[in-house]
């Protein structure tokens, strides 16, 4: 077998990337602690992850980040925090199927951004695949919200998804613009420093104990730093390089199918026909919208 056999493309380290985001949801539901507490730990531990690598062989590259990049990526940062605190509390207020589903509706606004910010052209074929996921989503959470109890899908979860979604779509177009003049590693510690920093003044605003946890709980936040950011958000990072922001956005999408498959087996919450159904069209949505993508992108 060749090295280059070995060799991971975009298109695979997506896919992974999603399969280990789909993680979080349940993660999160697990851990009885503090909403913000969960979140902010999850992002101090992948910072202590990425932060040694960074630091050993990028150190020359931290030193030639212009401001504008630097400000950028810390504005990334603090959307992201902003995501994962209003996401983890919608958790909360509503199922893991609705809760996904709606904070991936983000593809909504990165292919606003894309266009109005990035220059991205959004193609007819392109605006199908995110209408079709996007369909796909809605009846998954509409399905999900006639099983569960009304009480369950609140108003207020529902939002707080949605203030989610806004904030990633913000924090994905940011990686784009920057990912192709900064490495990974360099760019994924400012912002997740950023992100740790504003989740730890949250977390004294709203009172919370910082320590006095069990030491399930701390697994727990170290399984969110290893599975749904290293492998999850990292690697996205990473794919943000080499693939544009509409692509790794839809892409996204994938998370409420496995989520809610994770849940299913994991939390005993059992989807019903059309939660089921919607997640096939969503697999849809993604299937056209990146192979489309791909068909228009320049060979090298």
């Not at 995110?130 to 796909?136: L, W």
Request: net charge neutral; with cysteine.
């Amino acid at each position: 077998m060749y090295a280059s056999d070995l060799e991971v493309t975009p298109a695979v380290a997506l896919a992974g990337a999603v399969f280990a985001a789909s993680t979080s949801a349940i993660l999160v539901r697990w851990s009885t602690a503090p909403s913000s507490v969960a979140a902010f730990y999850r992002v101090l531990f992948t910072t202590a992850i990425v932060a040694p690598v960074a630091l050993l062989w990028y150190r020359e590259e931290f030193a030639r980040l212009s401001r504008r990049d630097l400000g950028v990526a810390v504005v990334a940062g603090v959307a992201l925090a902003i995501h994962f605190a209003s996401w983890f509390e919608s958790l909360n207020h509503t199922s893991v199927a609705a809760s996904v589903t709606i904070v991936q509706s983000q593809p909504i606004f990165v292919a606003l951004g894309a266009g109005l910010v990035l220059g991205e052209r959004i193609s007819r074929e392109t605006v199908v695949g995110i209408t079709v996921a996007i369909g796909g989503a809605a009846a998954m959470s509409l399905g999900d919200a006639g099983q569960a109890p009304i009480s369950d899908a609140t108003l207020y979860g529902n939002a707080l998804a949605l203030l989610g979604a806004i904030t990633v779509a913000g924090y994905v177009l940011a990686g784009r613009s920057i990912r192709q003049r900064v490495s990974l590693f360099p760019y994924v510690t400012v912002v997740y420093t950023a992100c740790a920093l504003t989740l730890f003044v949250l977390v004294g605003t709203q009172g919370h104990a910082y320590v006095a946890y069990p030491a399930r709980e701390w697994l727990l936040f170290l399984g969110m730093a290893i599975g749904p950011g290293v492998f999850g958000h990292t690697v996205v990072n990473w794919v943000l390089k080499h693939l544009e922001s509409v692509v790794v956005s839809v892409a996204w999408l994938g998370e409420p199918v496995g989520a809610t498959l994770l849940a299913l087996v994991l939390l005993a919450e059992v989807p019903d026909t059309v939660t089921v159904v919607g997640g096939l069209v969503v697999l849809t949505g993604i299937y056209v919208t990146t192979i489309e993508r791909e068909r228009r992108r320049p060979t090298d």
